[in-house]
Structures are given as C-alpha cells and as structure tokens.
C-alpha cells in the first residue's frame, strides 16, 4: 500500500544530482491572544508600537484587536522561518504593555461574554473599514468567541525545478501552470483524505475553558474537571471539532468545496460569494444605527469564510479577490490551518512539527490522489471530527472507503511510508531531524498518552488544575523565554522603522481615498474575471 509516492520520489531523486527540494518555502502565521496578566481578554487596542495593522507586513490582527498574528515571509530554509517568528515575537513582547501577556492556547480563556471580544480596527480608509466590516459580519453570523481561538498555518511551496523534475517522472513534456495548479490540487485532496492525523498528533485542544461557552454551557457530550475546565476523555483538538472552526450547517455554502480542478474550486468560492442567502439578507446590512454589520447578504462575504483545513492559494494584487487571483495565474502554494498552538513551546510550534508537516505534504503530494465526490468529503470530515474528539480511544475506528481500519493501523501504515521519505529528505552528512521527528510521531500513535493533549489532559488531571490556570502558567512561562532572550540593539531599531513604515502608509492609504465606501464595494465585487 502507498507504493506511488514512495516510486515517484526515488525517480525524482534518481534524476536529480542535487536535493529536489532546495528552494521550497515555508512560511507560517501564527495567531495569540493579548490577554491581562491575570489571564482575562485584553480589551486595549492593538499598541500603536507595534504598527498598523492594515499594512505591517508582519503584525497584524485577524477578527479581533486582541488577536494577533505574527506572519513570516516564505523561507527556504526552516531556521530562518523560526527564527523570524522568533525575534518577531520578541519584539512584540519588548512593546506590549507591562500588564499583558500573549496566550499559549488556542483555546481563549477569560472571556466574560461573547460581546466582549473587541473587533479589529483598521483605520478609516476604505480598505481597511472592509476589514472591519466584515469581521462584524462574521460575529453576527458565527458569534465572536468563535473567532477568538487561534491556530498555526503552514504556507508551504515547491521549487520550479521540483515540478520539472515531477513532471519528467509522470511523463509529462512541460511543467506549466496548468500541470503546477493540478498537481496542488492532488495534494490538497490528500491532505483532506489523511488530514485527520494533524489533530491526531499535535492536536493541544482537548480541554476549554468554561467562559468559552458563556450561558449557552458546554454541551451535554463534555464532562466537567475542576472548578471550571470542560473537556473530552479522548480529545485532541475541540478547535478543529464542532466547537471550533465551522460555518453554518445550513447554509449551501456549507457543501463540499471542489477540490477536483482549480476551476471547479473557483467556480464553487464565486458562487458562495455571488449567491443571495435569506438568513443574512434578513440580518441586514446596517444595524439600528445605521452602521455596516455585513459586507453582503450573500452566501460567504468573502471567499475567506469558507473554513477548510486546506487552501490552496496564490498572491494577490492589490484589493484582488482571491479566486480571480487563482483563476488568472493558477495556484503558488498551499495554506494548511489545522495546527493547533503548541502550548508547549515558547513559538507555538517546534522544528520538530515544521519537519514532520513537510514529510507528511511530500506523502500527500507524491501518493495517489483519484478525485474526490461529496460523499469522499463527507467521509474525511467525518473522521476528522472522529479524531478531533476520540482520537486517542483505544481502538478507535476511522471510515477508510467501504470498510473501517483502526487509526493506529492506518497511521502505522502512513508513517511507514513518510519514514522512507524521511530517509531522503535528511540529506547526508546532516542531521537526520527528518527522521527523528517521524520516530517521535511513531511514538504517539503507538502511546496517546505522548501526544500534546494527552499530556495536557494529564497535567491537568494529576495537578487538579484548571484549563485556564494551565494556560496563564504556560503564558508566562513563554513570556519569561522572551525576556530572558532580548532582541539585540540592531534588531530592535529594524523593528521600530518597520513599524513607522507601516504607519506612514496607512496615513497615505486614508489620504487618497476618493470614493465613498459603497461605491469602493462595488468596485470590489463586480472585478473583471468573475466567472459566476
């Protein structure tokens, strides 16, 4: 079984006489919570020392003030992807207020009611006023505690000479755009089809806080522990569950993305975008006082609120809608979002998972990859939520087709494979890290108790500790990592000018805005190269 990717990757190498993957890039986005030090939702704004948020390339906000997201550029090489989270992060630490923290989790904690997350501020151009208009429209049609949890994502590209290599081995005469777009999307059916082992292994959700679930309370399926932690015996990653991420389960735009052709994908995120939705038109587009709460009344504002675990994406030019960005020039590189926080680790993610991720793409990307029906969909959604909430049950039993197989077989049976890639990517005379971070996964699927929310849940259970005393301890556990490893001197007055630059240009941006903000979404929504 899984004997393709294994054949793909030895001729790949056989007819390469340097690494195939020299000039991959990786890049990540990293989302946490300002909170108070005593572990409640920060309600200041985004600090005006670390820039705008609108237009610093680096620290921003994604639906609320109080979260952050720290983006790195693509690398090519992995330590300079950290190490730019790292010395970025820094930076924010050396200019929040004395009184904040960054929050460990993705999970929040501390919230007293779900009005009481602050939505992100962006200026008063046009642009920036989108942004916040549709983060108002995500809290009235999804709520804000929802988008107050954060995660990881992982950006993540092949080189050209990696295509034309893959390519030469399919028999193909030329690695266009076209063969680029369709290979990604294979990959990205794959990383739906085997997804379910993300959670599984670096899944650092099993427990929430009890202010998450406001007066609504947990659901009936949670058990309680300590004063106020709601959890799941087998949990591993409630974010990625049914009380994380999800849109609306009756709203078409709910269906089954098209993941067999980029046109189909295209064509599917227009017609969210284009389509009337009765719920939301009878929401309305202003509230009593007449502000903007809703960007539309479609189906999806925009093409970013349909929530998937994988996107396949291209750079976009200025206010160009992402879908017409991939229609014109294809697909650039993949987004993976189902990495949870690593609670334990100061960046919120380790090299260790940095190498293991890559193996496992290299395995969804080389592997088979036949397209996929709504009901192949169903399917993968059902056993991620399988492992979201039972991933470590003794025995637990995934859908694989027609029949049913135990997670630690088919598990077994992946990494089996991804370790023969392993032996490939530690190149020689260098660190084998690939493998060594394969043989520490092999360890959790064959021990739960070694995953990240099996060792949550323990620590937790064995100190009677509550989830948010976890997560404030952890908190300042990271926040003392950074105070003990300053930026030096150089590096900080890089920062600051990065900053002034950021502000400079959202001044500029306010200043030439010469239209009224309808006729800018106008503009917007009727972009040449719609195909709906």
């Known amino acids: 079984m899984y004997s393709i990717a294994r054949r793909r990757l030895e001729r790949i190498y056989a007819k390469s006489s340097s690494a195939p993957l020299r000039g991959r890039k990786i890049g990540l986005e990293k989302e946490c919570l300002r909170v108070s030090a005593q572990g409640t939702l920060s309600l200041k704004p ?6 705008a948020a609108l237009t610093h390339p680096s620290i921003t ?48 904690c501390g919230l007293s009611s779900d009005c009481d997350v602050p939505i992100g501020q962006y200026g008063t151009s046009n642009v920036g006023m989108m942004k916040q208009v549709y983060r108002r429209g995500l809290a009235l049609r999804y709520g804000r505690t929802m988008q107050a949890i954060a995660g990881v994502h992982y950006n993540y590209s092949y080189p050209d000479s990696f295509w034309e290599l893959l390519a030469e081995v399919d028999g193909i005469a030329t690695a266009d755009e076209d063969y680029v777009s369709s290979q990604y999307f294979a990959l990205s059916r794959n990383i ?45 990653c409630l974010r990625m569950g ?19 052709s980029l046109d189909g994908y295209v064509r599917f995120l227009q017609t969210a975008i284009t389509t009337p939705s009765e719920r939301y038109r009878a929401m309305g587009l202003h509230d009593k006082s007449g502000e903007w709460q809703q960007l539309n009344s479609r189906l999806l504002q925009i093409e970013n609120e349909y929530y998937s675990s994988v ?19 294809g697909v650039r590189y993949v987004e993976l979002r189902s990495l949870d926080v690593n609670a334990y680790h100061p960046l919120g993610i380790s090299d260790e998972q940095l190498r293991f991720v890559e193996s496992f793409l290299l395995f969804c990307m080389l592997e088979e990859s036949p397209p996929l029906t709504i009901e192949d969909q169903a399917q993968f959604r059902r056993n991620l939520l399988s492992v979201a909430h039972n991933g470590r049950k003794p025995d637990l039993q995934l859908e694989r087709g027609d029949s049913s197989v135990s997670l630690r077989e ?29 043989t520490a996964q092999l360890e959790k699927i064959h021990d739960p108790a070694k995953t990240p929310s099996g060792q949550m849940l323990d620590e937790l259970r064995g100190s009677d500790e509550d989830f948010f005393y976890f997560g ?21 007055a890089q920062h600051h000018e990065q900053v002034a630059r950021s502000l400079a240009r959202q ?4 200043a030439a805005d010469d239209i009224s903000f309808e006729q800018f979404l106008d503009n917007y929504f009727s972009q040449p190269g719609l195909i709906v």
């Open 61 to 108: 906000t994604d639906f609320s003030e109080a979260l952050l997201e720290i983006v790195t550029p693509p690398f090519d090489d992995m330590a300079q992807t950290l190490d730019f989270l790292s010395r970025t992060q820094a930076f924010v630490y050396s200019q929040l207020p004395a009184d904040e923290l960054l929050w460990a989790t993705s999970m929040p």
């Open 311 to 329: 996107r396949p994406k291209q750079i976009t030019r200025e206010m160009e809608m992402p879908s017409i960005a991939l229609s014109k020039r």
């Open 410 to 438: 088919w598990g077994s049976e992946i990494l089996d494979v991804i370790g023969d890639l392993c032996d490939l990517l530690d190149q020689p005379g260098q660190q084998r890290r690939y493998c060594s971070s394969l």
């Open 242 to 260: 049914e009380v994380g991420y999800q849109n609306n389960s009756d709203d078409t735009a709910n269906r089954a993305a098209d993941y067999n």
């Open 507 to 510: 001044t500029e941006i306010e």
């Open 472 to 492: 404030l301890r952890m908190s300042k556990q990271h926040q003392e990592y950074f105070r003990q490893n300053p930026l030096s001197p150089e590096q900080q």
């Open 192 to 236: 739906l089809r085997y997804g379910w082992l993300i959670p599984y292994l670096f899944g650092a959700s099993p427990a929430v806080c009890g202010t998450f679930f406001g007066e609504r309370g947990a659901p009936e399926r949670m058990s309680k522990l300590g004063k106020n932690t709601w959890f799941e015996p087998y949990a591993t």
């Open 46 to 51: 985004h600090p005006p020392a670390l820039g």
